[in-house]
């Protein structure tokens, strides 16, 4: 298993990257689900602001000119969204 696939004298290419691995697949499931369930549990702006962030991949910036708020703003409820995100993870 650990023995190499595959080397172009960089990395190598080992026969473990190559099998798929179920409890990997189940744990990415249940992380997902984890996760959905904590984003329902944030307040509208939350929702938005982690939205715009971390899927649209927008600044801080971009984010208070679009929903009409300040920077310091966004940064503040960003914080305390990732805050709760990470609780539902404990």
């Known amino acids: 298993m650990f023995e190499p696939i595959y080397n172009d004298g960089g990395d190598a290419l080992y026969v473990v990257d190559q099998v798929k691995d179920e409890k990997n697949i189940d744990e990415r499931w249940i992380e997902k689900i ?3 369930d ?3 549990n944030l307040s509208e702006r939350e ?3 982690v939205d715009m962030r971390f ?3 927008k600044t801080q910036m971009e984010v208070a ?4 708020i300040s920077q ?4 503040r409820l960003e ?7 990470k609780k539902g993870f404990r």
């Open 34 to 36: 984890t996760l959905e």
């Open 38 to 40: 904590s984003i329902s």
């Open 47 to 49: 929702r938005q602001i």
């Open 55 to 57: 899927y649209k991949g």
């Open 65 to 68: 000119e679009e929903i009409g």
């Open 72 to 75: 310091a703003q966004v940064s």
């Open 79 to 85: 914080k305390s969204a990732l805050t709760q995100l």
